[in-house]
């Protein structure tokens, strides 16, 4: 079972990344699936998560109005628009999938997880 995220790199403030996740080894189509970041020194956040339709969404305040979590159930894969990016936005970027939205702000919930990808937004 395996997620693996990409899209990750070096953006100035104000500029665009998409983030994406594929899913490999089992299905997730009954899964909620979200994105969570890691910024150096700081505990892991949540950021935003989708239900398993996709017709559900939440976010964290801090991104809500500027990311938007997609998914693409029939290619098992998940996304992070993101837009209007901040240096404080710079982070690792981790997606995970769990059974239901009953999960902690840190993570705790969520069964799965794959290797993050690096945001850095520059000032």
């Known amino acids: 079972v395996q997620l693996q995220a990409s899209g990750g790199g070096l953006v100035q403030a104000g500029g665009s990344l998409r983030l994406s996740c594929a899913a490999s080894?089992?299905?997730?189509?009954?899964?909620?699936m979200g994105w969570f970041r890691q910024a150096p020194g700081k505990e892991r956040d949540f950021v935003a998560a989708v239900n398993w339709s996709g017709g559900s969404t939440i976010y964290s305040d801090s991104a809500r109005g500027r990311f938007t979590i997609s998914r693409d159930t029939a290619k098992e894969s998940l996304h992070l628009q993101m837009i209007s990016l901040k240096p404080e936005d710079t982070a690792v970027y981790f997606c995970a999938a769990g059974p239901q939205f009953g999960f902690t702000k840190r993570g705790y919930g969520m069964e799965y997880w794959g290797k993050g990808t690096l945001v850095t937004v520059s000032s």
């Open positions: 080894g089992r299905t997730f189509d009954s899964y909620v």
